[in-house]
């Protein structure tokens, strides 16, 4: 089992901006895709923005250009800066690593992120 620590949510305006951040102690972290999901509510959960092994990032439509993924390898850990913010962005947050190949795949407990004037 793989414990994921996420940090940095919180109130935000509409415009303003926020950086979440996830600590993973995982072994061989590098191997590992990592992404941030949301769900709001009374909706799916949904893939925000991935990062793979390779860096290879994919973004929802809906933030592409506002948000961007991060990894640093050496921390075991994952950033998510949101730019730009809207209502719609309200959800709660979670990190993901996963190791398709493998079959790993963690979750953290999440992080509220609420964009309101």
């Known amino acids: 089992q793989v414990q994921l620590v996420e940090s940095g949510g919180g109130l935000v305006q509409p415009g303003g901006s926020l950086t979440l951040s996830c600590a993973a102690a995982a072994k061989s972290f590098s191997l590992y895709t990592v992404g941030w999901y949301r769900q709001a509510p009374g909706k799916r959960r949904e893939l925000v923005a991935s990062?793979?092994?390779?860096?290879?990032?994919t973004y929802a439509p809906s933030v592409k250009g506002r948000f961007t993924i991060a990894r640093a390898n050496a921390d075991a850990a994952v950033y998510l800066q949101m730019d730009g913010l809207k209502s719609e962005d309200t959800a709660i947050y979670y990190c993901?690593?996963?190791?398709?190949?493998?079959?790993?795949?963690?979750w953290g407990q999440g992080t509220q992120v609420t964009v309101s004037s």
């Open positions: 990062i793979t092994a390779d860096d290879i990032t």
């Open positions: 993901n690593i996963n190791w398709a190949s493998l079959g790993l795949d963690f």
